[in-house]
């Protein structure tokens, strides 16, 4: 489906991933609320954007945790200023490599909710304006929402979560005019990665891509009909084989134990 120019919200802006989403989308856009906690971060992208001597948009920040009453008041504020809503990218996302034994409750609760829960809230808050015209919902998940992986345990758990958030939404809208789909990267350079993230994934030959990659492939997929997609060959053949043929990943994964651990433990 395709809504151009896009009244766009994109969460989780100042991110690797976000800022260069934010980058590539902002030429398609009439107008763009940029989400983030980072207020200085978010100004500065703002003024680059703004700065482009391509792009002239109207571009707006709402800083603040989107679990927060304050936050959705301000974003729904912001809507209203750009005259609605017809694309929702929550971008938003966090990570942990720890065992799951060793996770603290806390971190635990905190993850689910950014990468989870605040997704499907900000859907539920915002729903009834995409409604009012053509729209779109992206959830920017991970290859780990298909395949569990030692170390990532919660993390897996919440990107599962809301890949089948994305799918449930998108069947019970779709004799609606909002399309619900879940673009899925692989491995990506980016600072949600831990120093031993980034050195477990060298040893094992792990692919990666820029984030200049994914959003370049984001932006072939919002202008696509495809409910999902997911970056990687590598990575999709072994999604395809841990669908039909688990124990081959099972046995796969348990031979790069050995150099997950040694990083694990860190």
Same mark, same amino acid.
């Given at each position: 489906?395709?809504? &151009?120019p ?10 690797g991933?976000?800022k %260069?989403? %934010?980058?590539?989308l ?5 107008? !763009? ?10 100004e500065?992208?703002k003024n680059?954007l703004?700065?482009?001597a ?8 709402? *800083?603040?945790d989107?679990? @927060? ?5 301000? !974003? ?17 996302g966090?990570s942990?490599? &720890?065992s #799951?034994?060793? +996770?603290?409750?806390? @971190?635990i609760t905190?993850?689910m ?7 499907m ?10 409604? &009012?015209?053509?729209?779109q ?11 569990g992986?030692?170390? $990532?345990?919660?993390y897996c ?6 890949r089948? #958030?994305?799918?449930?939404l998108r ?15 692989? %491995?990506?350079k ?5 120093? +031993?993230?980034?050195?477990m994934?060298?040893?094992? &030959? ?11 492939? #984001? ?17 999709? #053949? $072994? ?14 994964i348990?031979?790069? !134990? *050995?150099i997950i ?6």
């Amino acid at each position: 489906m395709k809504n &151009k120019p896009y009244k766009a919200v994109l969460t989780g802006a100042t991110g690797g991933i976000g800022k %260069a989403i %934010a980058l590539q989308l902002a030429p398609q856009c009439s107008s !763009l609320i940029l989400m983030g906690r980072d207020t200085q971060k978010l100004e500065a992208l703002k003024n680059e954007l703004t700065n482009s001597a391509a792009i002239s948009i109207k571009i707006q920040i709402v *800083p603040g945790d989107l679990c @927060d009453d304050s936050t959705s008041v301000r !974003l729904m504020d912001a809507i209203t200023a750009q005259q609605g809503i017809n694309l929702l990218i929550n971008n938003a996302g966090i990570s942990q490599f &720890k065992s #799951f034994a060793q +996770q603290s409750d806390k @971190d635990i609760t905190q993850l689910m909710l950014t990468n989870l829960v605040s997704p499907m809230l900000v859907c539920k808050k915002l729903l009834p304006l995409l409604m &009012k015209e053509p729209s779109q919902i992206i959830n920017i998940g991970s290859i780990f929402g298909y395949l569990g992986f030692p170390g $990532f345990s919660s993390y897996c758990a919440s990107k599962f979560g809301l890949r089948g #958030f994305s799918q449930s939404l998108r069947r019970e809208l779709s004799d609606t005019s909002v399309s619900v789909r879940y673009f899925a990267p692989r %491995a990506t350079k980016t600072s949600i990665n831990s120093d +031993q993230v980034m050195q477990m994934n060298a040893e094992l &030959k792990t692919d990666a891509d820029t984030p200049k990659e994914v959003a370049r492939e #984001f932006m072939k997929f919002l202008g696509g009909n495809a409910w999902e997609k997911k970056l990687g060959f590598k990575e999709s #053949f $072994f999604v395809f084989m841990n669908q039909l043929f688990p124990s081959i990943p099972d046995k796969a994964i348990q031979g790069q !134990l *050995p150099i997950i651990n040694k990083y694990l433990n860190k």
